[in-house]
């Protein structure tokens, strides 16, 4: 089962910032944080991860709880491009195994 | 740099019948890992091949099985289909013990 929290649906003004929050409050210490999104019909596209401190890329910034229980992830300005679902996983170091939940569905509107 | 590519993109079989679908990885990755999405859900784990053995495995029954050749590239067969098997079928590629795995566009499978 999957180890996250994510609410089904967002929208978003295109140009604003996405802000799209994960509960993982059972994550242990061994458990990377990884943000995948889907557009329709297409494979899972990474966006980012992180362990313990906040991390950016030329994609997204994510923000990870003192207490790793939740994070964010943000998208700075959104595009109707974004429009998609996006997976919050726990992923533990030791593997390469993805468990995915049912997302959160991202609408960009104009 | 193709990226994970997938064959073929689209697939129809009947009730009983078996089928495989390949994947080649993208170029330096080693390891392959094959996940089922059926319409609306996320993606679920079948299993996963390294050094061309089946190195983690998902909740699936033994007609989901796997290859993988010495160029890493590898085959998902899939035995006695039945209705309940149409979905996406998803090959991910990435090194070994690194961060991030590449998926491909997927294979959709329509059982009827």
């Known amino acids: 089962d999957a180890k996250t929290t994510q609410p089904t649906s967002m929208d978003c003004a295109e140009g604003r910032a996405a802000n799209l929050p994960c509960n993982h409050s059972?994550?242990?210490?061994?458990?990377?944080v990884y943000w995948y999104r889907q557009i329709h019909s297409q494979g899972p596209q990474y966006i980012i991860h992180?362990?313990?401190n906040n991390e950016t890329n030329e994609m997204a910034s994510l923000i990870i709880t003192e207490d790793r229980k939740s994070s964010t992830l943000i998208l700075p300005h959104a595009t109707l491009r974004d429009t998609a679902v996006y997976y919050c996983?726990?992923?533990?170091?030791?593997?390469?195994?993805?468990?995915f939940g049912t997302g959160t569905r991202l609408q960009v509107f104009p | 740099d193709a990226g994970v590519t997938q064959s073929p993109t689209h697939l129809i079989k009947t009730r009983g019948q078996q089928v495989t679908l390949r994947c080649s990885p993208k170029?330096?990755?080693?390891?392959v890992s094959w996940y089922q999405q059926a319409l609306g859900q996320g993606p679920q784990f079948i299993f996963q091949?390294?050094?061309?053995?089946?190195?983690q495995r998902g909740n699936f029954p033994d007609r989901f099985s796997g290859h993988q050749f010495p160029n890493y590239s590898s085959e998902l067969n899939v035995n006695a289909l039945l209705l309940g098997d149409s979905a996406l079928y998803l090959c991910?590629?990435?090194?070994?013990?690194?961060?991030?795995?590449?998926f491909g566009q997927g294979t959709r499978l329509t059982v009827v």
């Open positions: 991910a590629s990435s090194l070994v013990s690194s961060t991030g795995a590449f």
């Open positions: 059972t994550i242990s210490g061994n458990e990377y």
């Open positions: 992180g362990l313990k």
């Open positions: 996983i726990v992923r533990p170091i030791n593997t390469d195994k993805l468990i």
């Open positions: 170029s330096g990755h080693d390891t």
């Open positions: 091949y390294y050094e061309e053995e089946e190195r």
